[in-house]
């Protein structure tokens, strides 16, 4: 094959009619309505900001400040850095109802290895994003299981560290301690490391055989955990508002304002990925042009009034020098003497970070669905189960990826490489907006962004400014991502691109 084929295969699209075509006759069952994707929404954003990302943001970390009390102001930063895409996702998910979110819309735009690309980088914003969250409940689950002291066998509540967290974490801990790495992690054959965070590994598996039982059935346990978690919240914020104190808001601004406000934007941005889930699962919703664009722009209208009430009663509560990163809202509520209601919040924690694990695995396994579809991945993986036609195989596959990268992967930088993730597709999907108004504009569009061209490119250029300010301060993270890039290069064109010729040969 010449050059020229290979230029014009890379840049082959498809069709919005055949995508159209592709999602009407969907092996998916259709079950979802405008409720359900809600509170896959609102499962997906609520839970890691308020209960395991929010601390780090306004303290900061070793590679960069935080916001401090300004937080508020990066949560409106990074919610005004959704809002775009958000109505971008809304505008293209209503005109094109298919599975595979951001990875589908691309491959309308701007060609097949863009869309393999973007179908890869997802896999950061999901899968990767996964394991942080995945390790968040770990540590609340133990904290919650502490309080039945003297119910449950000490094995229990006590167990080894090398089955509670990552080998990662471990030599991190040892270092810190001062403690010999070998007295508490066994080795196989004196060289090989033996960690593996149990709760994580378990809960992984149990939400995974959940996603193959079916979608409409997991949106049930979900709905009833955003239940207890939004609860849960209200009630801190309620209760907690009467031990505010007006001058713990002083100095509002950071020693550092600009770094610690962008980079207090850029960790919440954590917090509020996996609204764009919503889109992941529109083959599987009953009427998509009309649910899709209100359950994407009320999900994100919705946390970001929690996620602002919460910073304010946090940081009016506690002094910035003595907010607790692991557990925020449990250690406020602990600070002013409401134990009883710390252990009530570890509750929620684990509801809302168990809805966001379930989420973050529906959006994986949609993706990887919607790429294998196309073949750039093997086919076989796409297989339906007969009884709850669900992707069963790509939903283990996922599960097992998980609870691998789990093992070595460092947290923090799995956190970031997420959200790295997350601002491309952003402004991948306000270019696609930019493309279909230039190449598609008699289309039927059910929801339009407004004051495009405007709109699109203002959400283009907050997510690469955002981009490039991180890239010169979290310089570890940052490299990997480039590593992943290479890496998903490398896939294309050794497997994908081979394979999906391989299909196009077949079909004609």
């Excluded at 090398?162 to 066994?186: E, F, N, Q, T």
């Excluded at 709760?199 to 959940?210: E, F, N």
């Excluded at 002083?250 to 990925?273: R, V």
């Excluded at 009663?313 to 809202?329: R, S």
Aim: charged share 15%; aromatic share 12%; proline share 4%.
């Amino acid at each position: 094959m010449n050059f020229k084929d290979i230029g014009r295969n890379i840049f082959k699209k498809r069709s919005l009619d055949e995508l159209i075509a592709t999602s009407k006759s969907s092996e998916l069952k259709k079950t979802l309505n405008v409720f359900d994707l809600i509170i896959i929404g609102i499962g997906a954003v609520v839970g890691t900001g308020i209960f395991a990302i929010i601390g780090a943001a306004i303290t900061g970390n070793a590679e960069s400040v935080g916001a401090g009390h300004a937080i508020v102001i990066s949560m409106i930063l990074a919610a005004v850095a959704c809002v775009v895409p958000a109505l971008c996702y809304s505008e293209i998910a209503s005109m094109v109802p298919v599975a595979g979110s951001a990875y589908t819309y691309t491959y309308a735009t701007m060609g097949e290895f863009m869309a393999w690309m973007v179908g890869w980088i997802l896999m950061l914003e999901y899968a990767i994003g996964n394991i942080t969250v995945a390790s968040a409940w770990s540590g609340y689950f133990m904290q919650f299981l502490k309080g039945f002291k003297g119910c449950l066998p000490d094995f229990i509540l006590n167990i080894p560290i090398w089955l509670r967290y990552d080998y990662r974490a471990i030599y991190s801990m040892c270092d810190k301690y001062g403690w010999d790495i070998h007295d508490k992690v066994p080795f196989l054959f004196d060289k090989i490391p033996v960690a593996v965070n149990l709760p994580a590994v378990i809960i992984v598996v149990v939400l995974t055989l959940l996603l193959i039982k079916g979608v409409k059935e997991s949106t049930r346990v979900a709905s009833i955990m955003v239940g207890v978690n939004m609860f849960m919240i209200l009630s801190f914020i309620i209760i907690g508002s009467h031990y505010v104190k007006p001058e713990n808001w002083t100095p509002f601004l950071p020693t550092e304002p600009m770094q610690g406000i962008l980079m207090g934007t850029f960790t919440i941005f954590f917090a509020y990925i996996g609204f764009d889930a919503i889109s992941t699962a529109a083959e599987e919703t009953e009427k998509p042009q009309r649910d899709l664009p209100v359950a994407i722009l009320g999900t994100l209208v919705i946390c970001t009034i929690l996620y602002i009430c919460v910073a304010l009663v946090l940081t009016g509560i506690v002094p910035i020098d003595m907010i607790d990163i692991t557990a925020p809202l449990a250690h406020a509520m602990s600070f002013v003497g409401k134990d009883w209601f710390a252990g009530l919040i570890s509750i929620g924690a684990l509801c809302a970070l168990t809805t966001v694990l379930l989420v973050y695995q529906l959006g994986t396994t949609r993706i990887l669905y919607a790429i294998s579809r196309d073949r750039f991945l093997p086919r076989s993986w796409r297989a339906i189960h007969k009884k709850f036609r669900t992707p069963h195989i790509m939903t283990l596959i996922s599960g097992f990826a998980v609870i691998v990268c789990g093992l070595f992967m460092d947290l923090k930088i799995s956190a970031d490489l997420c959200n790295y993730g997350t601002f491309t597709s952003f402004v991948i999907i306000c270019l696609a907006v930019l493309i279909l108004r230039r190449t598609n504009p008699d289309n039927n569009r059910p929801f339009k962004v407004p004051f495009c061209p405007v709109v699109p490119l203002l959400g283009i250029l907050i997510c690469l400014v955002l981009i490039f300010f991180s890239l010169n301060t979290l310089k570890t993270s940052s490299s990997y991502f480039v590593i992943w890039l290479v890496v998903g290069v490398l896939i294309y064109i050794f497997y994908g691109y081979n394979q999906k010729r391989i299909g196009e040969k077949k079909r004609s």
